[in-house]
């Protein structure tokens, strides 16, 4: 068993974990949201995303030109996420099949830069307890795992949008690891402007731990009298975006009508900002996300219960891990908490987690060596899981294929009544929201069961049917 470990390279465990990252990206069609953002954004109306909007106004995006004029729309009706949306759009309108394969680099790319952000290290020093490392803490601490990678709409808003966070703040650590560094790419400073635009016009849990980050850095470098014009561009173009995201009409629209017309069951309008909704927040939202990732804590507990600091490294987990704990903090602070949101939370903890492993690495290798039957125990309960997603997802994916076969067979009728999607109850235990299960499919993964809810709307409106409706579904 010890040289069938030692004969495992880190691309063999990336290239495997891609593959079925594929495969899941796959069995997955449009699906919610998804029709949604197939339309050009009705900013005259009550948007796309409110039960009972007026199936006749809706346009589907038939060109580029279309998404830009959605996201103004959208911008001034519903929200400022404009780079992750102008992604759905652009995907929804091209087909499932090009976000598959442009979902797999994004996600490689996510996992490349937390490993250049939180070792500074080159590819030629990376192993395989750091991917397996990496992987890990994004399989089994991050939120909402199949909302926030897979599913088209919430892919592109968590995972793409931290992507870019996590691009723009590189080159700082960079150069925080390694000071000496000079950036010799030509125009490099207008990229890196690029950029931080995108990074602060993201998503806002996101972004704001990447001013709380990026702020850190500048003042560590000015203090080193090392402080260089690409990061003052940088830093400046970061709040330019994060202001263009944050003060969008959209935000304050969007409470408006979302109070007015369906107001939130958890936190009532009457009741937001009050300690009802602090509670309320911590309750759903802070506490599961901060319990999923309280393990990356341990490689930094380790750290610095060991005694031997390095202040470069002690400040660099610091401003990382504080980062991560902004993020909840704020969400405590938004009208509600969704546990996807605390996505980017877990990124940034795993890049502090990473660095303080990076110092204790020989003891971890030590330590497994030695227990290389703990390692295959957990390996097979990683495959084991990831397995479990597969069929899960393909039995997801078999029961919309059998639903589009009964619409097409009863595509004229006036109102069509299908099947609720079912996932088992097993799955759902083991699996919990890594992968779908009924409680996202119940509230906003699956169409309503009334003619007036949104997702069934669009997806008639989009499949060119009259109405379509899920049968009743008791739900505990």
Request: proline fraction near 4%.
């Amino acid at each position: 068993m010890n040289k069938f470990f030692r004969q495992i390279s880190w691309q063999i465990i990336f290239a495997v974990f891609l593959g079925i990252f594929f495969l899941r990206n796959l069995s997955l069609p449009i699906i919610a949201d998804d029709y949604a953002y197939a339309f050009i954004w009705d900013g005259d109306g009550l948007g796309n995303l409110l039960n009972g909007i007026d199936a006749n106004r809706l346009q589907r995006v038939e060109s580029f030109s279309d998404i830009l004029y959605s996201q103004w729309q959208h911008y001034f009706t519903w929200g400022g996420r404009t780079i992750a949306h102008i992604f759905v759009q652009f995907f929804v309108w091209q087909g499932r099949i090009f976000f598959d394969v442009a979902n797999i680099f994004v996600f490689a790319a996510l996992v490349l830069l937390i490993f250049k952000v939180g070792t500074g290290l080159t590819l030629r020093e990376m192993n395989k307890t750091y991917m397996a490392f990496i992987l890990a803490g994004i399989y089994f601490c991050t939120p909402s795992l199949i909302i926030t990678t897979v599913w088209l709409t919430g892919a592109c808003n968590y995972l793409w949008m931290c992507t870019l966070e996590i691009l723009f703040l590189l080159p700082f650590a960079l150069k925080y690891w390694q000071p000496k560094k000079q950036f010799l790419i030509p125009n490099f400073t207008f990229l890196i402007a690029l950029a931080a635009l995108m990074a602060g016009w993201s998503i806002e849990p996101g972004a704001v731990a990447t001013i709380s980050v990026a702020s850190l850095f500048v003042i560590y470098f000015w203090r080193k009298k090392n402080l260089e014009l690409w990061m003052k561009v940088g830093f400046l173009f970061l709040l330019i975006g994060f202001a263009l995201l944050m003060l969008s009409p959209g935000n304050f629209h969007r409470l408006e009508i979302t109070n007015a017309y369906e107001p939130d069951d958890i936190v009532p309008p009457d009741a937001q900002w009050t300690p009802q909704m602090f509670l309320t927040n911590f309750v759903v939202g802070f506490l599961p996300v901060f319990l999923r990732e309280a393990i990356l804590f341990v490689p930094i507990i380790i750290y610095f219960a060991r005694g031997k600091i390095s202040p470069v490294v002690a400040r660099f987990i610091l401003t990382f891990a504080g980062a991560s704990i902004l993020i909840l903090l704020v969400m405590l602070c938004s009208p509600e908490f969704p546990q996807r949101a605390g996505f980017p939370s877990t990124i940034f903890l795993l890049i502090g987690s990473l660095a303080a492993l990076k110092e204790i690495l020989p003891s971890v290798e030590n330590f497994f060596r030695r227990r290389l039957k703990l390692v295959a125990i957990l390996a097979a309960f990683w495959s084991l899981s990831l397995l479990g997603c597969l069929v899960v997802e393909y039995d997801l994916h078999c029961q919309l294929q059998a639903r589009n076969e009964f619409i097409a067979a009863h595509k004229n009728d006036d109102l069509i009544t299908v099947k609720p999607l079912e996932i088992p109850d097993l799955a759902e235990k083991f699996l919990g929201t890594r992968t779908w299960n009924n409680m996202t499919l119940y509230w906003g993964g699956d169409i309503e069961p009334n003619t007036k809810g949104n997702r069934g709307i669009t997806f008639a409106r989009y499949h060119g049917l009259k109405k379509i409706v899920v049968e009743e579904k008791a739900f505990e």
